[in-house]
């Protein structure tokens, strides 16, 4: 399928809802499919929407899996990622401060928990984790499964086959560690490490048994074939979890000055990620308040996950207002019972 499905508007509705079955089929999306897609009309959006539906609905039915993060270690990071209020390069005005202690670690997994939360995202600022965070990580871990229900994802910075291996033992679930954009803009926004750095640090989480949560940024001056090429990468990893960002410019980074996102480029933009990553939990993540405001509720006929709360140092619309979303478009949110055992769904009431 070539970028000649927009120019017939007549038919746009049967050719995006056949390769939604040629993706259910088996078909993995090529380059040009993918440009087709974020190169659509508006009028068309709605027909991309539904199709895209068709793929989420298979593979997760109307349920939404929420998770809860924690910015376990603010600021302090020695890395040049442009888009980063935490990186050296940034004067952002935000909380700066080392490992949270154990109490802090625990009351992000009660919070997580009581808000119907699938999984307890622990976000570090660094390269990578020291000796001394790695082992409070260790010591954590085990601590926060057996008195709550959630999985465990942590996001530590780059990693060895070891420290990966180190994670596994003591219980992580999932390792999140984003492409962010695709290796032929990723010079455009960090010098300080190299897109192959990321890369090797997702092989190393996969050989260690983890699964992969990994996604990336959309809005920090990419083309569309960078949006399409990382979607197609993270296909390739075999990644079980994506988020998606949209990026959020904040004063002294030296991104500060990016444009606002259109909302209806990043709808298109989750579908494209739903066709190239079928199977994969897709997440609407930071941003989505901002750019997609009113239009949010959209996204879900893509993504089956959302963060509900807070992200790193940009504040998420309030849990109720997640919920409500949820619930008025006759979604379900599910919840993770304790590890191994089976998930059930909840009220967003709850």
């Not at 380059?31 to 298979?58: M, P």
């Not at 291996?165 to 992580?172: H, Q, S």
């Not at 990321?198 to 996604?215: D, F, H, M, P, Q």
Request: aromatic share 6%.
């Amino acid at each position: 399928m070539q970028r000649d499905i927009a120019n017939d508007p007549s038919e746009t509705g049967t050719l995006w809802n056949g390769l939604a079955s040629r993706v259910l089929a088996g078909h993995e999306l090529t380059e040009a499919e993918g440009r087709s897609i974020l190169d659509s009309s508006d009028d068309e959006l709605l027909d991309v929407l539904a199709a895209a539906y068709r793929i989420r609905r298979h593979y997760f039915g109307n349920t939404v899996h929420l998770h809860f993060l924690i910015s376990a270690k603010s600021g302090l990071c020695p890395e040049d990622c442009g888009y980063c209020s935490q990186s050296r390069v940034s004067s952002a005005e935000i909380p700066r401060y080392n490992l949270l202690n154990r109490e802090q670690l625990m009351d992000g997994a009660r919070i997580a928990a009581e808000r119907g939360s699938r999984t307890y995202c622990i976000v570090i600022s660094a390269r990578g984790p020291s000796e001394r965070e790695l082992r409070e990580v260790e010591k954590i871990i085990p601590e926060i499964k057996s008195k709550y229900p959630v999985r465990i994802c942590t996001s530590l910075g780059l990693l060895s086959r070891e420290q990966a291996d180190r994670l596994k033992a003591c219980g992580v679930d999932r390792v999140n560690h984003n492409v962010n954009t695709s290796e032929q803009y990723y010079a455009e926004i960090c010098t300080t490490h190299g897109y192959q750095d990321r890369i090797t640090t997702l092989r190393a989480v996969r050989e260690a048994g983890l699964e992969i949560c990994s996604g990336g940024i959309i809005g920090m001056g990419e083309r569309s074939i960078d949006v399409v090429r990382m979607a197609i990468e993270l296909r390739a990893l075999r990644v079980q979890s994506i988020p998606l960002n949209f990026f959020h410019a904040i004063p002294g980074t030296p991104l500060a000055e990016s444009p606002r996102l259109d909302a209806r480029y990043c709808l298109k933009a989750l579908a494209l990620f739903r066709f190239a990553n079928p199977a994969c939990e897709l997440r609407m993540a930071a941003g989505r308040e901002l750019h997609l405001g009113s239009m949010q509720c959209l996204g879900l006929y893509a993504a089956n996950s959302l963060f509900v709360g807070d992200y790193l140092t940009t504040k998420g619309q309030p849990p109720e207002a997640d919920y409500r979303m949820i619930e008025e478009m006759g979604f379900e949110i599910t919840k993770n019972s304790l590890p191994g055992a089976a998930v059930e769904v909840i009220s967003g009431r709850d």
